[in-house]
């Protein structure tokens, strides 16, 4: 039996508990990034799409870009480091190691990959933004995270993260 996958609500009383500040807007359920470009206008920062994804090891990858990057899969292994070309993980996997669904996928499911087995990289143009929003485990909210308090999220869960040039057209 697995455990169950931590919920929002107690995401954000973690990151309460690390007095770490966030703002959390509620809107309708999002699955795409471009469903979600019509409620982010209202949400300063930089907004998130995570890729899920697998290689041929059986390794898993979380790759948190910008919404607007592309990430060519067909030559984004040499860039994070994978055992030859990777796939996305399956919703079955996306649930076992981060809690979420598809159309929910955050680097805040880190939360709930007690065994590490994700390695979680973020895009640095990404990162050049002050406030990143993310899915606070479901699609129908974003939260938005300063990036210093962002990366001490993850330190806090146990997780170490990388930031690559992901969407630079040299890694793709």
Aim: proline share 4%; with cysteine; hydrophobic share 40%.
């Amino acid at each position: 039996m697995t455990n169950q996958p931590k919920t929002s609500t107690e995401l954000l009383a973690f990151l309460d508990d690390l007095v770490i500040g966030t703002t959390t807007h509620e809107h309708a359920p999002v699955f795409t990034v471009a469903e979600s470009q019509a409620v982010r206008d209202a949400i300063p920062g930089g907004h998130t799409k995570n890729l899920f994804l697998k290689d041929k090891k059986g390794r898993y990858f979380l790759l948190t870009v910008g919404e607007e990057a592309e990430i060519d899969l067909k030559r984004i292994h040499t860039v994070i480091g994978a055992q030859g070309r990777v796939s996305f993980g399956k919703p079955d996997a996306l649930m076992d190691l981060l809690g979420v669904v598809p159309g929910a996928v955050t680097c805040f499911g880190v939360i709930n990959d007690k065994d590490h087995r994700v390695t979680l990289i973020f895009d640095q143009a990404l990162m050049e933004h002050e406030i990143i929003n993310g899915h606070p485990l479901r699609n129908d909210a974003t939260t938005a995270i300063a990036r210093d308090d962002l990366k001490r999220f993850v330190e806090a869960t146990g997780h170490a993260f990388t930031i690559l040039n992901l969407s630079a057209p040299e890694a793709t």
